[in-house]
């Protein structure tokens, strides 16, 4: 089941230019996702990361997995009501194997290792043109939204 952007961000708070997912290929409930990041040189971080040397940092690859994991959740029911939000809480053994540059369809996947209590572990990784880019263990919780 594929997911466009309006779905997309009628589960997740984010918005440009830290919404870092565009299209949710394919997902099973409960289980796993796999979406897709289009990485454009208009991206704003390109400009100071690095001059000459365009490069996706590391740490927003590590968010659109969290982005993803956390698209997972609501889609599995973990956070389906309308108070909840997923905070990012914790991430393991993350491993950087290859760079990302504009031009490059980066492939987020995630699966759902466990949820118990409202904190959930997901695996992930992210790949380009099935070559592994960047891979970790990530956690997330889900709490009630903050009062305005």
Not at 12 to 25: I, K, Q
Not at 90 to 95: F, H, T, V, Y
Not at 113 to 142: P, T, W
């Amino acid at each position: 089941m594929e997911f466009d952007i309006a779905q997309i961000m009628g589960h997740l708070p984010h918005r440009y230019p830290f919404l870092l997912v565009d299209r949710v290929l394919d997902y099973a409930p409960g289980k796993s996702i796999r979406a897709l990041k289009n990485v454009t040189i208009n991206e704003p971080f390109f400009q100071g990361h690095f001059p000459g040397f365009p490069l996706m940092p590391g740490v927003l690859v590590i968010e659109a997995l969290a982005q993803v994991s956390g698209l997972l959740a609501f889609l599995s029911g973990d956070a389906q009501s309308a108070g909840s939000l997923i905070y990012f809480a914790g991430i393991d053994n993350a491993r950087f194997k290859r760079q990302v540059v504009p031009g490059d369809q980066l492939i987020l996947e995630a699966e759902v290792v466990r949820v118990i209590r409202g904190v959930g572990k997901f695996r992930a990784k992210a790949s380009v043109e099935g070559h592994l880019a960047c891979e970790a263990e990530l956690i997330a919780a889900i709490r009630p939204r903050p009062a305005p």
